[in-house]
């Protein structure tokens, strides 16, 4: 599919579609409609004398979570959203409106020693019904086996058939190291926050699980997500990271061919590498094995609407993925820059605003230029002195990076002429993208010196190289041949 100058003018455009609301446009779903397969389990409370085992706890609960989200007749609301709960006094039909669920799974565990007793209900979160409740027993190396029961019991008792190749995936055990599972949870918390300071926190965390347990395929996909992330978002040792993250997808496929998460990961690999048709191969197969597996719907949302336009499909894909994850702050980020990109800046104020509340730092970056595409300046230089607040320690030259956008924004020409130079010559010492500054040129007239930066974009493999069709500081050279050039070799 060739996207020229003249699709580009359709940009901006709206689209029905795009009249879909969103969770907080629209008026709370009436309960006693939502069906009690739409699901969500509860952090199971830890009843041990140790503090320090609440995060088998945890590991309870994202493998139930895991477990029942591979059955295809339940909608399943994932780990970042229902860990919001913890600890929570709220009552069973609150946390059921709020999430807009129709049943809650809720329980606790309590350990000594090597044994283990867990217990768990299934609750109707309109009538406050109990559908189903259940009791372990067990040696703590059986804690899987509870677990993939439960997800049974819980099928059964909404009356959900569950195939047998779904089936068999319940029942697998994903490592029989119960310290290789929690170093994995420590690591996927870390991982979600995205700041390059816990991304490689995270990683430590997933290749310790992987010592632990050198079998342990989801711990691979996690140091791939680590690598992908630092590279994609941090611009840190983009080879390298690259190449580390092909080797564990690799390595964990080898260990589970099946396992949706490597699917997915591999898909955004391959993107990275601009073999888009196999990558869409990856994502969609990633969910055909997890259908609620949010960051696959998320991954392939960005791909349908960086490589293709698909704007209807994107955000069908987005809102599912919030749909799973409502408290998500990547996915909220992502929905802002799906109207980002569809240049409908006041749509994407409030999913950027969200996922800042949320927690990333670079949130307020994307909120500020959001503010100023919409010439609100005064919000625009609030959020950018939160985010410098929050990276300058750890992320070089956030300021002057901030200051050149604001002043593109504002259509400050000198200033941005004025520090383009020094971006340029220290591009090695930041997180910048070439694409980035090749932005700047463009936005100063400097076409030569913009389409040589594109160029190098393009040679570092840069994700960000597939945003030139929606990028407004590009609207000016898009009949030229090297853009037409460029595009075509995408």
């Known amino acids: 599919m060739s996207i020229g100058a003249k699709s580009l003018k359709n940009v901006s455009e709206p689209m029905d579609l795009y009249r879909m609301k969103m969770p907080w446009e629209q008026a709370t779903r009436d309960q006693s409609l939502l069906p009690g397969t739409r699901l969500a389990v509860l952090p199971f409370a830890n009843f041990s004398s140790d503090p320090n085992d609440a995060y088998f706890a ?43 669920v129709g049943s809650i799974l809720e329980g606790s565990f309590r350990k000594a020693g090597n044994r283990i007793r867990v217990t768990t209900q299934l609750i109707d979160a309109t009538s406050d019904k109990h559908l189903w409740e259940g009791s372990y027993d067990r040696e703590l190396q059986d804690v899987f086996a509870v677990q993939s029961d439960i997800a049974k019991q819980v099928a059964e008792a909404l009356r959900v058939t569950i195939p047998s190749s779904q089936l068999d995936r319940i029942e697998r055990i994903p490592t029989e190291s119960t310290t290789a599972y929690t170093l994995y949870l420590k690591g996927r918390y870390l991982w979600n926050r995205r700041t390059p300071n816990e991304l490689g926190q995270a990683r430590e965390f ?50 589970d061919p099946g396992l949706a998460e490597a699917h997915a990961t591999k898909g955004l690999l391959l993107e990275q590498q601009y073999d888009f048709p196999h990558a869409e191969e990856e994502l969609k197969k990633a969910i055909e094995l997890k259908p609620s597996y949010a960051t696959a719907h998320q991954w392939y949302s960005n791909l349908l609407r960086e490589r293709w336009l698909k704007w209807d499909e994107a955000l069908v894909h987005m809102a599912k993925a919030l749909d799973l994850d409502p408290l998500s702050p990547i996915i909220n980020y992502g929905l802002g820059e799906l109207y980002s990109a569809r240049r409908d800046y006041n749509k ?12 990333p730092a670079y949130a307020h970056w994307a909120l500020a230029i959001a503010y100023g595409r919409v010439k609100m300046f005064e919000d625009m230089r609030r959020e950018f002195a939160i985010q410098i607040k929050l990276l300058s320690d750890t992320v070089p030259f956030t300021s002057m990076y901030d200051d050149m956008m604001a002043a593109l924004l504002e259509g400050d020409k000198r200033t941005v002429g004025r520090l383009l130079p020094e971006l340029e010559m220290r591009f090695q010492e930041t997180s910048v993208k070439a694409f980035e500054i090749a932005e700047f040129c463009f936005f100063l007239g400097e076409n030569d010196k913009g389409f040589d930066w594109l160029e190098r974009s393009y040679s570092m493999r840069e994700v960000h190289l597939l945003e030139m069709r929606t990028s407004e500081e590009l609207d000016g050279v898009r009949d030229d041949p090297r853009y037409l050039d460029l595009l075509k070799r995408l």
């Open 58 to 100: 945890d590991g309870i609960t994202d493998e139930i979570i895991s477990a029942v989200s591979r059955i295809g007749g339940l909608s399943v609301i994932s780990r970042t959203s229902v860990m919001e709960y913890k600890g929570t006094t709220k009552k069973v039909k609150e946390i059921g409106k709020e999430l807009e």
């Open 206 to 255: 997933f290749e310790q699980a992987v010592r632990e347990d050198p079998h342990f395929a989801l711990g691979y996909v996690g140091i791939a997500d680590c690598c992908l992330i630092l590279r994609n978002n941090w611009g840190v040792d983009l080879d390298a990271n690259f190449e580390k993250s092909r080797a564990m997808v690799e390595k964990a496929l080898e260990l």
């Open 348 to 359: 994407a104020i409030e999913p950027y605003r969200r996922a800042a509340e949320l927690g």
